[in-house]
């Protein structure tokens, strides 16, 4: 069973950064994609970018392109996601998801394509 946790989300400011983990268990290889998402209130899910881990290949949604770094320990098979320039907008729950693929990511996979979910990490920024 594939088993999704998220971490490192908190309490940032304006125009700061935080680094938000993602650490995945029940995968037997490196064949798989991770993707974020983030849920603000009262808004629907937007996703933020899809890793393919064994190509370490990423497609970014426009709205973070410039401003996001992800790092791969597959040691820990955990994804990070650096995140700076917060802004108020992007006050939200952030989710980790990921399904078996095998190759390259040349598109965002929407949350539809995702079989397994992390429970969220909740990001609050603060002006």
């Known amino acids: 069973e594939v088993q999704l946790v998220e971490s490192g989300g908190g309490l940032v400011q304006a125009g700061g950064s935080l680094r938000l983990s993602c650490a995945a268990s029940?995968?037997?290889?490196?064949?798989?994609?991770i993707g974020w998402f983030r849920q603000a209130p009262g808004k629907e899910r937007e996703g933020v970018l899809g890793?393919?881990?064994?190509?370490?290949?990423?497609v970014y949604a426009e709205s973070v392109k410039g401003r996001v770094i992800i790092s791969i320990d597959r040691a820990k098979s955990t994804v990070y996601l650096q995140m700076t320039q917060f802004n108020k907008e992007n006050t939200a729950e952030y989710y980790c998801?990921?399904?078996?693929?095998?190759?390259?990511?040349?598109?965002?996979?929407?949350?539809?394509?995702?079989?397994?979910w992390g429970e969220g990490t909740q990001v609050t920024v603060a002006s």
């Open positions: 998801a990921a399904e078996i693929l095998r190759g390259e990511l040349d598109y965002m996979p929407p949350g539809s394509e995702y079989g397994a």
């Open positions: 029940g995968f037997s290889g490196d064949d798989y994609a």
């Open positions: 890793i393919a881990i064994e190509y370490e290949s990423a």
